[in-house]
T-cell receptor
Framework: LAKTTQPISMDSYEGQEVNITCSHN???????ITWYQQFPSQGPRFIIQ???TKVTNEVASLFIPADRKSSTLSLPRVSLSDTAVYYC???????????FGTGTKLQVIP | DSGVTQTPKHLITATGQRVTLRCSPR?????VYWYQQSLDQGLQFLIQ???????AKGNILERFSAQQFPDLHSELNLSSLELGDSALYFC??????????????FGEGSRLTVL
């Protein structure tokens, strides 16, 4: 499983757009990039997944540059309820240890 | 609701004791994953089962063991408990035996407190 690096924490005011960047060391050709969200004392929840370029869903956008060495999760107009830990993963097919890093703790401020 | 059920939600026990955590995956999912999350720590992968067979193993202690039964539910057994075993234990499930795309569905976790 490719190792990922992301900031430990971020603060943002309500209504702002938040961008969380993750670097993907040694990402393999067939690795997908996936982001999860975790609220305190709850299990992580899938947010978005992509392979290259840009992916958008009702919750977030995911930007992946051509070299795929990094990815950026974009949360538009955050609210207090977006306060959570956000994890980026990258993984490829086959038996593997699906490992989460320590994630980015996002604190949204009123 | 992810469809993954974990029991018990909370468990308090003493050092040296043994506990069993139970997980029922989403309907139709064949893979079950176990994770440990200590206070302010990330999720540590413990083990994965697919259709009753062990598929991948993380840094799972020898005092811990798991299995997946024919009805696809899974149990995580923790023995000779130590204070440091206090954590949230999450179970997740997925459809196939490997995860290249798609998602893991997590349960609400079992909070274990060892006194």
């Amino acid at each position: 499983l490719a190792k990922t690096t992301q900031p430990i924490s971020m603060d943002s005011y309500e209504g702002q757009e938040v961008n969380i960047t993750c670097s993907h060391n040694n990402i393999a050709t067939n690795d997908y990039i996936t982001w999860y969200q975790q609220f305190p004392s709850q299990g992580p929840r899938f947010i978005i997944q992509g392979y290259k370029t840009k992916v958008t869903n009702e919750v977030a956008s995911l930007f992946i540059p051509a070299d795929r060495k990094s990815s950026t999760l974009s949360l538009p107009r955050v609210s207090l309820s977006d306060t959570a830990v956000y994890y980026c993963l990258s993984f490829s097919g086959g038996y593997q240890k699906v490992t989460f890093g320590t994630g980015t703790k996002l604190q949204v401020i009123p | 609701d992810s469809g993954v059920t974990q029991t018990p939600k909370h468990l308090i026990t003493a050092t040296g004791q043994r506990v069993t955590l139970r997980c029922s995956p989403r309907s139709g999912d064949l893979s079950v994953y176990w994770y440990q999350q200590s206070l302010d720590q990330g999720l540590q992968f413990l083990i994965q089962y697919y259709n009753g067979e062990e598929r991948a193993k993380g840094n799972i202690l020898e005092r811990f063991s798991a299995q997946q039964f024919p009805d696809l539910h899974s149990e995580l057994n923790l023995s000779s408990l130590e204070l440091g075993d206090s954590a949230l234990y999450f179970c997740a499930s997925s459809a196939g035996d490997y995860l290249d795309a798609g998602e893991l569905f997590f349960g609400e976790g079992s909070r274990l407190t060892v006194l």
